[in-house]
């Protein structure tokens, strides 16, 4: 089992800047698929991007293409997140998510075993 706690979110400007981070329990992190999906008020969640277990394969939903960039440090038991050019649609919670199964449709939530509680990323037009 693993534990997931991200932080990092915040207020931040259209045009700015943030990384958030997960951190993860336990001593099996590289074994684990990661994930970033976010919430926006009154919308369903939405897959953001996701780090195989090595970090070799790395994929984006079209929305964050070119301004999101996620990596994982292994050693360390985080992925991170980092948000650039953020827009006010990017404002929502944000959650990580590790998937320790087939990880076949990285998109999907239900591909992942455990979520942290989130973190609030408000960006101000």
């Known amino acids: 089992q693993v534990q997931l706690v991200e932080s990092g979110g915040g207020l931040v400007q259209a045009g700015g800047s943030l990384r958030l981070s997960c951190a993860a329990s336990g001593h099996t992190f590289s074994s684990y698929a990661m994930g970033w999906f976010r919430q926006a008020p009154e919308k369903e969640r939405e897959f953001v991007a996701a780090i195989s277990r090595s970090g070799g394969n790395v994929y984006y939903a079209d929305s964050v293409k070119g301004r999101f960039t996620i990596s994982r440090h292994n050693a360390k038991n985080t992925v991170y997140l980092q948000m650039n050019s953020l827009k006010p649609e990017d404002t929502a919670v944000y959650y990580c998510?590790?998937?320790?199964?087939?990880?076949?449709?990285?998109?999907?939530?239900?591909?992942?075993?455990?979520w942290g509680q989130g973190t609030r990323v408000t960006v101000s037009s």
């Open positions: 998510a590790a998937s320790n199964g087939a990880w076949t449709y990285w998109k999907s939530g239900d591909e992942y075993n455990y």
